[in-house]
Antibody, heavy 122, light 110 residues
């Protein structure tokens, strides 16, 4: 069974940093592209970032480019999201999701993890 | 990248059919046949119900169907059931090699 388990969320001050992790199991992690999606409280889904299966290509939404860094460790079966210069607008549940196949492009997101909550506040 | 436009809410009676629209541009919905739809019940994680405009993942009810015309994709739920009450989001691949979600639609079963 495919499982994705996010961790690393919490309360951080504006301007601070946080690193999220997504531990994967039940599939050959390195052969699938992965993505991060967030959802602010009571709001809709917002695509954040993605990474190719071998980790050599990364992609970002304009709202996080230059502040967030996505990476993966295919030996540890773990996806990461390093979030820097956080603002209140980054407050959300952050979900990781598997994509279809190794390529990031022309794809969909399934399954999703349970999410981890990031709160940015002073 | 601006969010795709969906109606805020759609409602129907049990057994009826409803359709949710998802309007984008030629840079996303209109430019690619890579529209997917997600169902999210309150407090739950999103679930893929349609991919590549009109394909259904294994295990998803055939009451869900998808289509696209020019820059607008649509999700139709036939034979509406109480369990279909949820939020629905469309998503499209874009010309910028990114993805964009719709604004979301709350489906209510009267």
């Amino acid at each position: 069974e495919v499982q994705l388990l996010e961790s690393g969320g919490g309360l951080v001050q504006p301007g601070g940093s946080l690193r999220l992790s997504c531990a994967a199991s039940g599939f050959t992690f390195g052969t699938y592209a992965m993505t991060w999606v967030r959802q602010a409280p009571g709001k809709g889904l917002d695509w954040v970032s993605g990474i190719r299966g071998n980790g050599d290509s990364t992609y970002y939404a304009d709202s996080v480019r230059g502040r967030f860094i996505v990476s993966r460790d295919n030996f540890k079966n773990t996806l990461y999201l390093q979030m820097n210069s956080l603002t209140a607008d980054d407050t959300a549940i952050y979900y990781c999701a598997r994509m279809k196949g190794e390529s990031f492009h022309r794809n969909w997101f399934a399954p999703w993890g349970q999410g981890t909550l990031v709160s940015v506040s002073s | 990248q601006s969010a795709l436009t969906q109606p805020a809410s759609v409602s129907g009676s049990p057994g009826q059919s409803i359709t949710i629209s998802c309007t984008g541009t030629s840079s996303d919905v209109g430019g690619y046949n890579y529209v997917s739809w997600y169902q999210q019940h309150p407090g739950k994680t999103p679930k893929l119900i349609i991919y590549d405009v009109s394909d259904r993942p294994s295990g998803v009810s055939s009451r869900f169907s998808g289509s696209k015309s020019v820059n607008t994709a649509s999700l139709t739920i036939s034979g509406l059931q109480a369990e279909d009450e949820a939020d629905y989001y469309c998503n499209s691949y874009t010309r910028d090699n990114t993805y964009v979600f719709g604004t979301g639609t709350k489906v209510s079963v009267l």
